[in-house]
C-alpha cells in the first residue's frame, strides 16, 4: 500500500481570531438560576466551545440551548465568511451571529421523517408499506419489498449515491432524480443490514410526500412545521437573495486516506473537498434536498427539537400527537456496525439516538433523540435533562485528533446540565 504524502496527512486549519472578538451573544438568553442553572454552568459550557474553536477546524461555531423551554445559551464565534482555507486572500470577514444562517446538512433527515410520520398520523400512510405502492416505478430492479419503514431506518440496501444526485444542475430536475433512484439496484436484501444512504433516502421519502399529500415538500413543510411554530426561514435551501446571510463551509483537517476515502466517495458519490464546494454552491442553496439543507438559524433549530421534546407542540401550535413522537423516536436498530460509517450508530425511524454511557449527545443519554450533520453539526432533545439543542459549525473535518474538543463540547453539557429524571 502506497504511504500517505505528508501534505496529505497535514491538517488545513482556519485563522484563529481572538475569541472575545468574534464573539456575539444573543438578546434572547435568559437568566439560567430561572431553570435551575448557575451562570458558572452555562460559561462553563461556552467555554468549552471556545476551546473547540481554537482548535481551528471551524471558522465559525454557534450554539443554542434550551432548558426547560427557556433559551439559555444563543451566542456564535468566528467568522460566516471571509475565513476559510480556500478563501482568496483580501477575502472581507463577516463576523458569525446567534443569527446566521447555517446549512443542517443530514440533520435535514429527523424533519423529512417527521412529515413521514405526520402522514401516517392522519392515515395517508403506514411506514411498514412498500414505497413502491405510492411510488409503482421504484419496485424496479428488486426493491419491491423495500417499506418506508427500511428507508427511515437505513436498512433499505440501496446506500450509494446515483450521480445524478451529485450533479448541480439536475437537482431541478425532479423527474430526473426520481428515475436515478428508482434504477438503483439493491447492495444488500432489504431490512437485513443497517447502511447509511446520505442522500437517496431524502429523495425517494420526499417523492412519497409528493404523491401522497399532493403537495411538494417545501410547501408542506411550510404549511405543516414552519408556518404553524412561527419560524422565519426553516426550509430546505434558501431564496437566491438571502445567500449572503449562510454560512460559507469550509474543507479543514487531513485529507482522507484509505479506507475512509472510498467510503465517502460510496455515501455521498464525491471527495470531501468536492463535497464542502457543492455545499457552498448556489445551485445546492438555493435547491431542494430532502436529506441534505435545511437551512435555519441555531435558535430554530432547537425550537424544531424543543416542539418534539414537548410531545409536539409549540407554545399555542399542535403539530403531532404525542404517540407520533414516540414512534419516530422509539429504537429501531441497535448493535449493528453501520456498512457505511463504519461505527455502530442506534437508530430509530429518522433520528440517531443517544447511549448509556457516552455518545454524540454526551454521557449517560439513553433517551436522547436527534442527529448529526457533514461532517460535525449536531441537533438533539434530551428528555432527562429537558433540553433542546442546536451545535452548528462550518468546518468540514473527517478524522482529527482535535475532534475530541468536539466531544468535550457535549460531554460538557451532560454534566453541567444535570438529568430532572433518572
Same mark, same amino acid.
Given at each position: 500500500?502506497?504511504?500517505?504524502?505528508?501534505?496529505?496527512?497535514?491538517?488545513?486549519?482556519?485563522?484563529?481570531?481572538?475569541?472575545?472578538?468574534?464573539?456575539?451573544?444573543?438578546?434572547?438568553?435568559?437568566?439560567?438560576?430561572?431553570?435551575?442553572?448557575?451562570?458558572?454552568?452555562?460559561?462553563?459550557?461556552?467555554?468549552?466551545?471556545?476551546?473547540?474553536?481554537?482548535?481551528?477546524?471551524?471558522?465559525?461555531?454557534?450554539?443554542?440551548?434550551?432548558?426547560?423551554?427557556?433559551?439559555?445559551?444563543?451566542?456564535?464565534?468566528?467568522?460566516?465568511?471571509?475565513?476559510?482555507?480556500?478563501?482568496?486572500?483580501? /477575502?472581507?470577514?463577516?463576523?458569525?451571529?446567534?443569527?446566521?444562517?447555517?446549512?443542517?446538512?443530514?440533520?435535514?433527515k429527523t424533519i423529512t421523517a417527521m412529515l413521514i410520520h405526520l402522514l401516517q398520523q392522519e392515515d395517508q400512510l403506514h411506514v411498514d408499506?412498500?414505497?413502491?405502492?405510492?411510488?409503482?416505478?421504484?419496485?424496479?430492479?428488486?426493491?419491491?419489498?423495500?417499506?418506508?419503514?427500511?428507508?427511515?431506518?437505513?436498512?433499505?440496501?440501496?446506500?450509494? /449515491?446515483?450521480?445524478?444526485?451529485?450533479?448541480?444542475?439536475?437537482?431541478?430536475?425532479?423527474?430526473?432524480?426520481?428515475?436515478?433512484?428508482?434504477?438503483?439496484?439493491?447492495?444488500?436484501?432489504?431490512?437485513?443490514?443497517?447502511?447509511?444512504?446520505?442522500?437517496?433516502?431524502?429523495?425517494?421519502?420526499?417523492?412519497?410526500?409528493?404523491?401522497?399529500?399532493?403537495?411538494?415538500?417545501?410547501?408542506?413543510?411550510?404549511?405543516?412545521?414552519?408556518?404553524?411554530?412561527?419560524?422565519?426561514?426553516?426550509?430546505?435551501?434558501?431564496?437566491?437573495?438571502?445567500?449572503?446571510?449562510?454560512?460559507?463551509?469550509?474543507?479543514?483537517?487531513?485529507?482522507?486516506?484509505?479506507?475512509?476515502?472510498?467510503?465517502?466517495?460510496?455515501?455521498?458519490?464525491?471527495?470531501?473537498?468536492?463535497?464542502?464546494?457543492?455545499?457552498?454552491?448556489?445551485?445546492?442553496?438555493?435547491?431542494?434536498?430532502?436529506?441534505?439543507?435545511?437551512?435555519?438559524?441555531?435558535?430554530?433549530?432547537?425550537?424544531?427539537?424543543?416542539?418534539?421534546?414537548?410531545?409536539?407542540?409549540?407554545?399555542?401550535?399542535?403539530?403531532?400527537?404525542?404517540? /407520533?413522537?414516540?414512534?419516530? /423516536?422509539?429504537?429501531?436498530?441497535?448493535?449493528?456496525?453501520?456498512?457505511?460509517?463504519?461505527?455502530?450508530?442506534?437508530?430509530?425511524?429518522?433520528?440517531?439516538?443517544?447511549?448509556?454511557?457516552f455518545g454524540f449527545y454526551g454521557p449517560k443519554t439513553a433517551n436522547a433523540?436527534?442527529?448529526?450533520?457533514?461532517?460535525?453539526?449536531?441537533?438533539?432533545?434530551?428528555?432527562?435533562?429537558?433540553?433542546?439543542?442546536?451545535?452548528?459549525?462550518?468546518?468540514?473535518?473527517?478524522?482529527?485528533?482535535?475532534?475530541?474538543?468536539?466531544?468535550?463540547?457535549?460531554?460538557?453539557?451532560?454534566?453541567?446540565?444535570?438529568?430532572?429524571?433518572?
Open positions: 500500500m502506497q504511504r500517505p504524502r505528508l501534505k496529505d496527512i497535514l491538517p488545513v486549519t482556519v485563522e484563529v481570531f481572538d475569541p472575545e472578538e468574534v464573539t456575539t451573544k444573543s438578546h434572547r438568553e435568559v437568566d439560567p438560576r430561572g431553570v435551575g442553572l448557575r451562570t458558572e454552568d452555562v460559561e462553563a459550557i461556552w467555554s468549552a466551545v471556545v476551546r473547540f474553536y481554537k482548535t481551528g477546524l471551524h471558522p465559525a461555531i454557534a450554539l443554542c440551548i434550551r432548558r426547560r423551554g427557556e433559551i439559555i445559551l444563543d451566542r456564535a464565534i468566528g467568522h460566516m465568511r471571509g475565513n476559510s482555507p480556500q478563501d482568496p486572500e483580501g /477575502t472581507e470577514l463577516v463576523k458569525a451571529s446567534p443569527d446566521t444562517l447555517f446549512n443542517f446538512f443530514s440533520g435535514s408499506e412498500p414505497v413502491a405502492t405510492f411510488i409503482p416505478e421504484f419496485a424496479k430492479r428488486r426493491k419491491h419489498s423495500i417499506t418506508i419503514r427500511d428507508v427511515l431506518t437505513h436498512r433499505a440496501g440501496i446506500p450509494a /449515491t446515483p450521480q445524478e444526485v451529485i450533479d448541480l444542475d439536475l437537482l431541478s430536475q425532479s423527474d430526473e432524480i426520481v428515475r436515478a433512484f428508482c434504477d438503483l439496484e439493491p447492495t444488500h436484501r432489504p431490512g437485513s443490514v443497517q447502511a447509511y444512504q446520505a442522500i437517496t433516502s431524502g429523495f425517494i421519502l420526499g417523492e412519497l410526500i409528493r404523491r401522497v399529500s399532493g403537495q411538494d415538500i417545501q410547501r408542506f413543510l411550510t404549511e405543516r412545521i414552519r408556518r404553524p411554530l412561527k419560524m422565519k426561514h426553516f426550509k430546505f435551501g434558501v431564496d437566491s437573495h438571502q445567500l449572503d446571510r449562510v454560512a460559507l463551509d469550509a474543507f479543514t483537517g487531513p485529507t482522507p486516506t484509505w479506507p475512509y476515502k472510498n467510503l465517502v466517495k460510496i455515501a455521498f458519490g464525491a471527495s470531501m473537498r468536492e463535497l464542502v464546494d457543492l455545499g457552498n454552491d448556489p445551485r445546492f442553496r438555493t435547491a431542494v434536498v430532502p436529506a441534505g439543507n435545511i437551512i435555519a438559524t441555531p435558535e430554530e433549530i432547537s425550537r424544531f427539537f424543543e416542539m418534539l421534546l414537548c410531545g409536539g407542540s409549540y407554545e399555542d401550535a399542535r403539530i403531532f400527537d404525542q404517540r /407520533t413522537i414516540a414512534r419516530a /423516536t422509539e429504537p429501531q436498530v441497535t448493535g449493528q456496525v453501520d456498512r457505511v460509517l463504519m461505527m455502530p450508530i442506534p437508530l430509530s425511524m429518522g433520528f440517531m439516538l443517544g447511549l448509556r454511557s433523540f436527534g442527529h448529526l450533520g457533514f461532517t460535525n453539526v449536531l441537533g438533539w432533545a434530551d428528555p432527562d435533562r429537558d433540553i433542546s439543542v442546536a451545535f452548528m459549525n462550518t468546518g468540514k473535518p473527517l478524522l482529527s485528533a482535535r475532534m475530541l474538543a468536539w466531544l468535550n463540547v457535549t460531554r460538557v453539557i451532560g454534566t453541567r446540565i444535570p438529568r430532572d429524571r433518572a
